[in-house]
């Protein structure tokens, strides 16, 4: 009698075992599915350069679309409307990560996500700290607990170093930018300073949208700018065409902050090599997914420069032989297109 109820005993221990462990493992099952969201302005070279990145570092930390987890990527096509339902969507669908590129995808998403309820990693953004988004220095503090990410400032000072030292004659440079864009208005504050250092005079027209692109660009070459420049400026950036018309028709040399439009008349660009800056931005969003405190983790500015030389466009140039491109001297990378 007593062996039988020791066998029952052990019987149901082990039933009892068995069902624990199987309650875990339904446990398991159950887990929510990881949900994360790439989300950029709209479709430009730089932002999907740095969405590649993205999705690059992500991959080889082992969060594929599919493979337990849900990567859901997003464009508002450089419509404000259309961002902040995408952001309002974001954050009403639990997702638990956002990567947003570009600063207005930064800004809408700090605003639809002020509660803090997804963790947000931002990147492509030309200086977070005048976003407006509650980030007022470098150090791990000096952000909101849920935002946190990389800046990337245009090298303005660089380029206009680089223009002299192709041109010492230079005097006169034009740029369109958009009043609506911080990124934009940090670059060309920045420029005027430098301009002023340099000895050139920087001749401005504002533009609100991409419909006045062109004739603000015309309108500088008539007045007799000799090159005309476009820092990190979003809606210029998206009608990047208009400006490279522009220079074409003036036969005069155009200058960019990015290495992805460099044709025609523009004669270099000299950016962040956007791809690295993704996968920079995709790699601290697996740190913070992988248990790291945002506490840790400080917001810097990640420049890996690269210069794209288009020696064609002096075929198309007045004047070509002021702007000798065998004097240049850098320290980072020169490549051609």
Known sequence: MKSIGKGLFILLLVAGILLILDLDNR???????????????????????????????????????????????????????????????????????????????????????????????????????????????????????????IGTFQPVEETFALMKQINPSLKKVGTVWCTSETCSEACVRLARKKCGELGIELVEMSVENTTQILEAAMSLTARGVEALWVGGDNVVEAAMDQMINAAAKAKIPLFINNTSSVYGNALFGLGAKYTEVGYLAGQMAADVLEGKSTSEIGVRNMVPLSLLLNAEALGNIRDADRWDLTSLQTTFPIESP
């Open 27 to 149: 446990e398991k099952g159950k887990q929510k599915e990881l949900k994360i969201a790439v989300f950029k302005m709209t479709v430009r070279p730089v932002l999907e350069d740095t969405e590649q990145g993205v999705i690059e570092a992500l991959t080889q930390r082992g969060y594929v679309n599919g493979e337990g987890c849900t990567i859901q990527r997003f464009s508002a096509d450089g419509d404000m409307v259309t961002a902040n339902a995408i952001a309002q969507n974001i954050v009403s669908s639990r997702f638990d990560m956002v990567v947003t590129i570009s600063t207005p995808a930064l800004q809408v998403m700090a605003s639809a996500n002020k509660k803090g309820e997804v963790l947000h990693v931002f990147c492509t953004v030309t200086d977070p700290y005048i976003a407006g988004v509650g980030i007022t220095g470098s150090e791990p503090h000096q952000h909101p607990p849920h935002l946190v990410g």
